[in-house]
């Protein structure tokens, strides 16, 4: 990839202008590519000014990755007898992964890596006029320049200590989404705020949903670059962890389940469509608001931050597990002051993130040799739908068992489990890379392949039987 230059007229080889708006919105930093048009390639006077752009985002599944599968014709345009079809095709399966995989890509971040020792980021690219790292930079004919690779030296640990890095990392975050979540709950439900109650389309995890997603927004897209330059397991607990627990979409579609079940159809319809269009305002504001701040504040590096050495891992490894058992035992305390079933919550959310985690590595795969349906989060898609339908059985448990000590481990088992399985931060995420990507139709039926099955199989499991039981 070393010293690839634009040359020949570019007049008859443009890349379609949604492909390139979408690949250019990276984790290291959220920008988007001129328009590319017939006048953006045969523009050779252009005096606008030097502008730069992130590769490194290319890499979804951990900084490792390479930019194998991404045609060298994309990013150097030197094979003037290219066949522009080919590359168009791969560029949008790109595209497909990448939205798929925006959100997480599970635990291809550790199957990738074989063995430890001293890692060379190949996905760090610099022009060699400029030396700017992880950057291509246009020049004022709209030209690219030259590429130089400069590689950067990492201590990866083994991989079993890597895994389980990355384990422990999502469940100290997790327990405390599983925390933010119940305290959310308390402040805007009808104990203080009382701005959300049973009943309503404005469940009580609402505010929990939106604001997961909002800081999704943050650190899963437009910040993400900058804290897995510090580590990688911490920019996986910040957003598989506690992003993704904070937020549910399973205690989402009870809710509304429920709603239903007491033949309240509008407040349960209003709730899916009110809540879809928040939470997808709170990703879209979180991104915005994050760009915002990489615009206008000096934001300094944190790469003296990183994790580069065997010991500074141990060291971060040694606090996650510290935080790990007090965070037990402060909800083992709090299970002596009525708080049981948060005690039960957060000794099951770390399964819970995990398995999620694990599923999310389906993500971008597809279906079938040709990876029919590669865009579509397969992982996500599977967790959320599971999570529900589990959620939907444990309530129609609870509702046969009345009351007692079971009732309490149920409820905890819904909260933490089934909370910390399902997501909308992650939901929200791939629906706007989707939708920025110029795919409204796929947007859309995601959204309908997750609620639609969801609430169908819950109709069924639970509100099924608490009709039948009232004829």
């Not at 997961?212 to 598989?240: E, P, Y």
């Not at 909800?331 to 099951?348: G, I, P, Q, R, Y």
Request: hydrophobic share 45%.
């Amino acid at each position: 990839m070393a010293n690839c230059e634009n040359t020949g007229d570019q007049s008859d080889r443009r890349l379609p202008a949604r492909s390139m708006s979408m690949c250019a919105r990276f984790e290291s930093q959220t920008v988007n590519f001129p328009s590319v048009g017939n006048d953006f390639w045969r523009s050779s006077s252009s005096r606008d000014p030097w502008r730069r752009y992130s590769l490194s985002g290319l890499s979804r599944e951990g900084s490792r990755r390479s930019f194998e599968g991404v045609p060298s014709e994309v990013l150097c345009r030197t094979h003037p007898g290219s066949h522009w079809k080919e590359e168009d095709e791969a560029l949008e399966n790109e595209e497909n992964r990448f939205c798929a995989q925006v959100g997480d890509s599970g635990d291809q971040v550790v199957g990738e890596r074989e063995e430890e020792g001293v890692l060379v980021e190949e996905n760090t690219v610099s022009v060699s006029e400029k030396g700017t790292s992880d950057s291509i930079i246009y020049s004022k004919e709209e030209k690219i320049s030259t590429l130089v690779v400069q590689p950067l030296e990492r201590y990866k640990l083994p991989l079993a200590l890597d895994y389980a890095s990355y384990m422990l990392h999502m469940a100290v975050f997790g327990i405390l989404g599983v925390f933010a979540r119940h305290l959310l709950q308390k402040l805007f439900g009808p104990d203080y705020l009382a701005l959300t109650r049973d009943g309503t389309p404005l469940y009580l995890d609402l505010p929990a949903n939106m604001v997961g997603s909002f800081f999704m927004g943050w650190f899963g897209l437009v910040f993400k670059g900058d804290v897995r330059h510090v580590s990688d397991h911490l920019a996986v607990g910040l957003t598989t962890g506690f992003m993704g627990s904070l937020t549910t979409f399973s205690g989402w579609n009870q809710k509304m389940l429920i709603l239903s079940s007491q033949h309240y159809w509008v407040f349960a319809i209003a709730g899916f469509i009110l809540g879809f269009f928040l939470v997808n305002e709170s990703f879209n504001y979180g991104v915005a608001s994050a760009e915002y701040l990489r615009r206008s504040l000096p934001i300094s590096s944190l790469e003296k931050w990183a994790l580069h050495r065997p010991a500074q891992h141990a060291a971060a490894m040694a606090i996650a597990a510290l935080l790990l058992f007090s965070l037990l035992a402060l909800s083992a305390a709090m299970a002596k002051v009525n708080e049981a079933s948060l005690w039960v919550a957060c000794l099951v959310a770390p399964p819970g993130v995990w398995l999620r985690w694990y599923l999310a590595r389906f993500n971008g795969r597809g279906f079938g040799k040709k990876a029919a349906l590669n865009w579509l989060p397969l992982g996500t898609l599977a967790a959320n739908l599971l999570a529900a339908i589990a959620m939907a059985a444990l309530s129609t448990i609870s509702h046969e068992v009345g009351k007692g000590r079971t009732v309490g481990i149920i409820a905890g088992l819904q909260f933490g489990l089934m909370g910390c399985l399902s997501t909308v931060s992650t939901f929200a995420a791939e629906v706007y890379a989707m939708r920025k990507s110029g795919h409204e139709g796929r947007a859309a039926g995601y959204a309908a392949a997750t609620f639609l099955p969801a609430f169908a199989a819950g109709t069924l499991i639970f509100s099924v039987p608490i009709w039948a039981r009232h004829r």
